[in-house]
């Protein structure tokens, strides 16, 4: 029998299996949501940017052969950007893919003591790799160098800090995510409940496809 959670009736949005509730952890949750949701929606921008600069491209070679200034160069930094922005509210979602034949059939104290070592192995992994690029970032950032960079793209020189920066500040914001899961796994693994908060609940592909269907009937009406 699964311990009642403490605070008020658990919540789920209605595009999120994660649960929430009055205790401190679902709080701290909500707040590294708000800051994850930001980050996400940037990344977004710098996709619409990266699209938009794309057809740019493409018609002004064509059209008035005036290919954007620096194109490859601008795309090589866009890329580097989006591709981490996103990974703290992915990782809070579930929305990576994984291998979880085997712990789909888990129930109870079982599946938590596999979800936070799992949690663990990532958190793990993420700090050396905070380590690593953030001695990435320093080595292409000087004050006394011209915009501040002594590492730049080949063709425009444009200065790569900026993206190298972003990646152990957007690694930084996934630790912490995962160091909240580690914390709601490991909440759940002591008590036995059955639905934890600041956890995204596991789901069969049923589940997921019904819930996506959902989603986008909600947004058609909408």
């Known amino acids: 029998m699964s311990t009642p959670q403490t605070g008020a009736e658990l919540v789920a949005a209605s595009s999120s299996t994660v649960m929430t509730d009055t205790s401190r952890l679902s709080r701290i949750d909500r707040v590294a949501l708000a800051v994850e949701a930001h ?18 491209n493409v018609l002004g070679r064509k059209i008035l052969n005036m290919p954007v200034y620096g194109y490859v160069d601008w795309t090589e930094q866009f890329l580097a950007i ?11 979602e579930g ?10 059939r ?3 104290r079982v599946l938590w003591a596999f979800e936070w070592l799992s949690a663990l192995f990532m958190f793990l992994v993420t700090l050396g790799l905070i380590h690593g690029s953030w001695h990435h970032f ?13 590492d730049s793209s080949i063709d425009i020189g444009l200065p790569t800090w900026p993206a190298k920066l972003l990646v152990p500040l957007a690694l930084t914001l996934l630790a912490v995510r995962l160091a909240i899961q580690l ?13 934890p908060v600041a956890v995204p609940l596991p789901e069969d592909a049923a589940s997921v496809a019904s819930r996506e269907a959902e989603t986008v009937s909600v947004a058609r009406d909408d």
């Open 106 to 108: 888990l129930r109870g």
């Open 39 to 56: 980050f996400n929606l940037a990344g977004g921008v710098v996709i619409l940017l990266l699209v938009l600069m794309a057809v740019a």
């Open 82 to 92: 989006f591709a981490f922005l996103g990974l703290a509210y992915c990782q809070r």
């Open 138 to 150: 320093l080595r292409s950032f000087d004050w006394g160098s011209p915009f501040w960079s002594t």
């Open 95 to 104: 929305g990576h893919i994984r291998m979880d034949i085997l712990v789909m």
């Open 183 to 195: 914390w709601g796994y490991g909440r759940a693994l002591r008590t036995g409940a059955s639905s």
